[in-house]
């Protein structure tokens, strides 16, 4: 039986463990393909995400028609597959003529990605050119557009790094140069929570508000110190000379209202009217910070269940999906493509989990020193 009489189909179900992907594609497959007229051997193999089912004929059969075959029998199988797995053929063409593999490792740790990649280019390429009766040569670059993007994204992070210590200086001093300690994901408030909310409109936050309600209310202290009498009276004495009398007078002068407790003194209303405004700023700002520490409190309790959904399941999940993909490849089962996605799969979801970790980290920070600011006592 020659390699080059089979029929590949390959199914990819999406996010799916091996075993299920067993149960639920792989056996459906296998068990149908034994039906196909010709079929020698079928072999299925299964995976994380992925499914392989090889049907082998005999030396023989035409490769074309029995394409046409499995193609048949796998149309008639399609409605007993899940709705997400999506099996296709494998290309008519074999790795037959592939004689030699070999991977290009610097064991020393000296040289990165792209120096190995440069090396493979100008130098070990032409070599294998030359071999005789060599009619091609094919190279692997699946890391040709991988290393510049891994390249950036470990710039860009360092970069944020760099950033995020200088901001750091400035509060701190040199004393930002110091080694940071853990990550305060695992770690209580210290206080009830309650107790924040309980007293919102004595939060550090608010004493810019606080202070202008009070620099108005003495305005209008001062105003009403400065507030001078309403009424006045004036006593006048006129000497006329001989011809006539000498006179008298005295006058009152009441402002209107007449009555005192309908008058205002405009300034006064002024000076109170802006206190006003600044206690319906106050309000606002008691609102607005009252949502904030609810929106910390929600991120920070709901922040720490899902880290711990991360480290018991996904991450695993992911190293395992990443390990599963590398041994196939190595086995000589998978693609390297495969291989690859999975393991970036699993660098993604670890960043995923540092990123979880900072916002939890922020927001516990955020409801510690508030409470321990002192104005919140």
Not at 5 to 13: K, N
Not at 145 to 151: A, G, I, K, N, S
Not at 311 to 337: H, Q, V
Request: charged letters at 25%; one cysteine or more.
């Amino acid at each position: 039986m020659c390699i080059r009489d089979r029929v590949i189909i390959r199914t990819t179900y999406p996010g799916q463990a091996p075993q299920i992907v067993e149960n639920q594609v792989t056996y459906p497959l296998a068990t149908t393909m034994l039906s196909v007229p010709g079929a020698k051997t079928v072999r299925g193999y299964s995976m994380f995400g992925d499914s392989y089912v090889y049907i082998l004929f005999a030396d023989d059969t035409d490769l074309y028609w029995a394409r046409s075959r499995v193609l048949e029998y796998l149309n008639q199988v399609q409605s007993r597959l899940p709705a997400d797995a999506k099996p296709s053929l494998g290309p008519d063409a074999t790795g037959v003529g592939w004689v030699y593999e070999y991977a290009l490792v610097d064991k020393s740790g000296t040289r990165d990605l792209s120096q190995l990649r440069a090396l493979q280019d100008w130098f070990l390429k032409y070599e294998l050119k030359t071999v005789t009766n060599a009619v091609s040569y094919t190279h692997l670059d699946v890391y040709k557009r991988q290393v510049p993007e891994l390249d950036e994204r470990i710039l860009a992070l360092e970069e944020e790094g760099e950033m995020r210590r200088a901001e750091l200086a400035r509060w701190i001093s040199t004393d930002a140069e110091r080694p940071l300690a853990a990550m305060p994901t695992d770690r209580d408030l210290g206080h009830a929570p309650e107790s924040l909310l309980a007293a919102v409109p004595l939060h550090a936050p608010l004493a810019p508000v606080l202070a202008k309600i009070a620099a108005a209310q003495t305005d209008v202290e001062l105003a009403r110190a400065q507030t001078r009498p309403d009424w006045s009276a004036e006593f006048d004495y006129e000497q006329r000379g001989p011809d006539f009398s000498n006179m008298v007078s005295l006058e009152f002068h009441i402002a209107l209202p007449l009555f005192p407790k309908n008058r205002q003194n405009p300034v006064i209303a002024e000076k109170l009217a802006l206190v006003r405004a600044k206690e319906a700023e106050r309000d606002a700002e008691v609102r607005m910070h009252t949502a904030e520490i609810r929106s910390e409190l929600a991120q920070w309790r709901q922040g720490r269940e899902r880290l711990k959904n991360y480290a018991t399941e996904l991450l695993p999940l992911a190293r395992d999906r990443s390990r599963a993909a590398i041994a196939s490849y190595g086995a000589g089962r998978g693609a390297l493509r495969v291989a690859i996605d999975a393991l970036t799969q699993e660098i993604n979801t670890q960043l995923e989990y540092v990123q979880l970790e900072g916002s939890v980290a922020s927001a516990w920070a955020a409801l510690h020193f508030l409470h321990d600011s002192g104005i919140s006592q």
